[in-house]
């Protein structure tokens, strides 16, 4: 599930919680998931129980198409330990295509060619335990 280009970026910490549970195990097995509120229609995430916009509870699960696009990104080239090793590396806002943002990271071997607006698709890289997976994108 890991993918080559994936550079040094060392796994976070993930600490699921009842309201991400599913959220990370879906993402192990190379599913990206992202909540929609039934009511108003809304896509989002992070995942919670309420919409985030008319604080429904009526919301699901839905299987997101791992396309999306920049909307923001920035290189980061100094960083200390664990990520020191990583850089230069580009932390990044991701419009999915089905509306909400991700905060992420691009993976690419030429940060500096990056744009906003830019195609991506998801990628997954396995957590250094290998008990989950970070969702991540490259360009398209
Ligand atoms: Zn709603």
């Given at each position: 599930?890991?993918?080559?280009?994936?550079?040094?970026?060392?796994?976070?910490?993930?600490?699921?919680?009842?309201?991400?549970?599913?959220?990370?195990?879906?993402?192990a097995e190379g599913r990206l998931l992202v909540m929609r509120c039934?009511?108003?229609?809304?896509?989002?995430?992070p995942?919670?129980?309420?919409?985030?916009?008319?604080?429904?509870?009526?919301?699901?699960?839905v299987e997101a198409s791992g396309e999306g696009e920049i909307y923001a990104h920035s290189v980061t080239r100094q960083m200390g330990p664990p990520y020191h090793e990583a850089t230069p590396y580009?932390?990044?806002y991701v419009?999915?295509?089905?509306?909400?943002?991700?905060?992420?990271?691009?993976?690419?071997?030429?940060?500096?060619?990056?744009?906003v607006g830019q195609s991506v698709e998801v990628?997954?890289?396995e957590t250094d335990d290998g008990e989950y997976a970070i969702p991540?994108?490259?360009?398209?």
């Open positions: 599930m890991s993918d080559a280009g994936a550079g040094d970026l060392p796994s976070p910490d993930v600490s699921p919680t009842p309201e991400t549970e599913k959220y990370w195990a879906a993402a039934a009511d108003c229609d809304r896509f989002y995430h995942p919670r129980a309420r919409c985030p916009d008319c604080l429904s509870e009526n919301t699901e699960w580009v932390v990044a419009e999915l295509e089905e509306g909400p943002r991700m905060l992420t990271n691009v993976v690419t071997d030429d940060p500096e060619a990056l744009s990628v997954f890289h991540r994108f490259r360009p398209v």
